[in-house]
């Protein structure tokens, strides 16, 4: 079963401007990750929040983490046609040392 | 190439035949994972191994489905008597011993994926 889902399910953008995701989560994590996939790819991971951060940037990404609301969001800034690709968050349950849970993804369509 | 490696990358079978999927972890790693991932899902978890013993299966995985990783370094994932259902692409991933310091970040290293077509 997915443990987090994310929203928007779809997302269509111009080149340039900026794009949010959300990712909702139903338990208790230690961290949270976003990974990227390009069509028929493998997942290439982007960041890690762990539960005691609020929010971390690594590059053009932004991520925040919202533990009481059970919540992450991922900006991308300045997007370009290259980060065309579907997004997943991904949990790992507190208590669960290994395991990694992944939503049901966002589709970002990145236009020039 | 030293990243995750998965073969072979497409299969195409007839509903009823077994087929074996082959993963190679990044040399160092010694955890490893099998996920499922249907059209337009996200990547669901399958099995856990460390080194060679497999420490957490998914319902998901049913007696149809086995993995191996007898030395610790590879993994197979078999599906006998195919259905249907089992179209999908596999994805292996690969991660670092735990805690190791200033290598273990918590991140999965993730193969190409070999994609599944039960006719």
């Known amino acids: 079963s997915q443990q987090g889902e994310e929203d928007p399910q779809a997302l269509s953008i111009q080149e340039g401007e900026n794009a949010t995701m959300n990712c909702s989560y139903k338990?208790?994590?230690?961290?949270l990750q976003w990974y990227r996939q390009n069509s028929g790819r493998g997942l290439v991971h982007l960041i890690l929040?762990?539960?005691?951060?609020r929010e971390k940037h690594s590059g053009r990404l932004r991520v925040t983490l919202d533990t009481s609301k059970k919540s992450s969001s991922l900006l991308i800034t300045a997007s370009r046609a290259a980060d065309t690709a579907s997004y997943f968050c991904?949990?790992?349950?507190?208590?669960?040392?290994?395991?990694?849970?992944f939503g049901t993804g966002t589709r970002l369509q990145v236009t020039l | 190439d030293t990243g995750v490696s998965q073969d072979p990358r497409h299969k195409i079978t007839k509903r009823g035949q077994n087929v074996t999927f082959r993963c190679d972890p990044i040399?160092?790693?010694?955890?490893l994972y099998w996920y499922r991932q249907t059209l337009g899902q996200g990547p669901e978890f399958l099995t856990y191994?460390?080194?060679?013993?497999?420490?957490?299966k998914s319902r998901l995985l049913s007696d149809r489905f086995s993995a191996e990783r007898p030395k610790g370094s590879f993994s197979t994932l078999e599906i006998q008597r195919t259905e249907q259902g089992d179209s999908a692409m596999y994805l292996c991933?690969?991660?670092?011993?735990?805690?190791?310091?200033?290598?273990?970040?918590?991140?999965?290293?993730f193969g190409e994926g070999s994609r599944l077509t039960v006719l």
């Open positions: 929040i762990r539960s005691n951060e």
């Open positions: 338990t208790s994590i230690n961290n």
């Open positions: 191994f460390q080194n060679e013993a497999q420490l957490e």
């Open positions: 040399s160092e790693h010694n955890r």
């Open positions: 991904a949990t790992v349950v507190t208590g669960t040392a290994s395991k990694l849970t």
């Open positions: 991933a690969s991660r670092p011993p735990w805690g190791l310091a200033g290598v273990d970040t918590g991140e999965l290293f």
